[in-house]
Antibody, heavy 120, light 108 residues
Framework: EVQLVESGGGLVQPGGSLRLSCAGSGFNLGSHAMSWVRQAPGKGLEWVSTISGNGVNTYYADSVVKGRFTISRDNSKNTLYLQMNSLRADDTAVYYC????????????WGQGTLVTVSS | SSELTQDPAVSVALGQTVRITCQGDSLRSYFASWYQQKPGQAPVFVIFGEKNRPSGTPDRFSASTSGNTASLTITGVQAEDEAEYYCNCRHSSGNHWVFGGGTKLTVL
């Protein structure tokens, strides 16, 4: 059974940093591109970033990230990461780790999400 | 604002058929995927393109595309289908995902 389990969310002050992790199981993470999608409270889904299966190529929603976030992966640990710096109040959201079935085809498995709250 | 446009809300009587639509220029180039999200839960992949359903999706869910509009059709709606539905696809300009704003489906 494919499972994605996020961790690392929490309360952080504006300007602070967090690193989210996503542990995959039931499949070979390295065979899939992986994405982060976020959802602000009461709002819709918003794509944040995607990384290719081998980690060579990374893509970001520039309007969201603006150089503040970095996606990475460690396929030997079956784990995906999102380093978030210079956090702002409008980054407050549930962050979902998502598997790309095939790169840019569809997003077939979603984690349960981890809540990031940016507030003083 | 979303680059894919969905009606914010749709209602349907139990057992009837409902169509949820998604519009955007990227749909002229790429197939849409649809996701179901119930309150307090993560989104769940429902269908991609016109026929690609995961094993857990009932066959009452179908999809189609015409021009810049993708549609999700639920035939014989059940009470458990009440949820928010999101469309998404690859952006036509490059390596980005885009999402619709979501449609809240109410089953009467």
């Amino acid at each position: 059974e494919v499972q994605l389990v996020e961790s690392g969310g929490g309360l952080v002050q504006p300007g602070g940093s967090l690193r989210l992790s996503c542990a995959g199981s039931g499949f070979n993470l390295g065979s899939h591109a992986m994405s982060w999608v976020r959802q602000a409270p009461g709002k819709g889904l918003e794509w944040v970033s995607t990384i290719s299966g081998n980690g060579v190529n990374t893509y970001y929603a520039d309007s969201v990230v603006k150089g503040r976030f970095t996606i990475s992966r460690d396929n030997s640990k079956n784990t995906l990461y999102l380093q978030m710096n210079s956090l702002r109040a409008d980054d407050t959201a549930v962050y979902y780790c998502v598997r790309d079935l095939l790169e840019w085809v569809t997003l077939d498995y979603w984690g349960q999400g981890t809540l990031v709250t940016v507030s003083s | 604002s979303s680059e894919l446009t969905q009606d914010p809300a749709v209602s349907v009587a139990l057992g009837q058929t409902v169509r949820i639509t998604c519009q955007g220029d990227s749909l002229r180039s790429y197939f849409a995927s649809w996701y179901q999200q119930k309150p307090g839960q993560a989104p769940v992949f429902v269908i991609f393109g016109e026929k690609n359903r995961p094993s857990g999706t009932p066959d009452r869910f179908s999809a189609s595309t015409s021009g810049n509009t993708a549609s999700l059709t639920i035939t014989g709606v059940q009470a458990e289908d009440e949820a928010e539905y999101y469309c998404n696809c690859r952006h036509s300009s490059g390596n980005h995902w885009v999402f619709g704003g979501g449609t809240k489906l109410t089953v009467l």
